[in-house]
Nanobody, 123 residues
């Protein structure tokens, strides 16, 4: 069983930055960040494996960076150049086995989930 706790959300103006954190209780093969805006489906934002392989959604490439510090059992999402359309509840997720490229941003592929942290970007 893996427990995940997100933090770091908040309100920021368009063009600003935030860094989300996700503490996890034990290491897993891969982790991801997802987001869900009101009335929309949950969408994958970024993925990282414990080998350091990363995958990003096209909408955040060049603006968001996923990373992890295994010594601190913490996953990060650095979000720069934020836009109003980035407003959503952000969730971290983890999986015990590696995912093929076409499943890395698929929420159905992840077993463990945090409770989420809200990010609001005002224009």
């Amino acid at each position: 069983q893996v427990q995940l706790v997100e933090s770091g959300g908040g309100s920021v103006q368009s063009g600003g930055s935030l860094r989300l954190s996700c503490r996890y209780t034990n290491s897993v093969a891969c982790m991801g960040w997802f987001r869900q805006a009101p009335g929309k489906e949950r969408e994958g934002v970024a993925y990282i494996s414990n080998f350091g392989t990363t995958t990003y959604a096209d909408s955040v490439k060049g603006r968001f960076t996923i990373s992890q510090d295994n010594a601190k059992n913490t996953l990060y999402l650095q979000m720069d150049s934020l836009k109003a359309e980035d407003t959503a509840m952000y969730y971290c997720a983890a999986n015990s086995y590696y995912l093929t490229s076409y499943r890395r941003l698929n929420s159905n592929a992840y077993r463990y989930w945090g409770q989420g942290t809200q990010v609001t970007v005002s224009s």
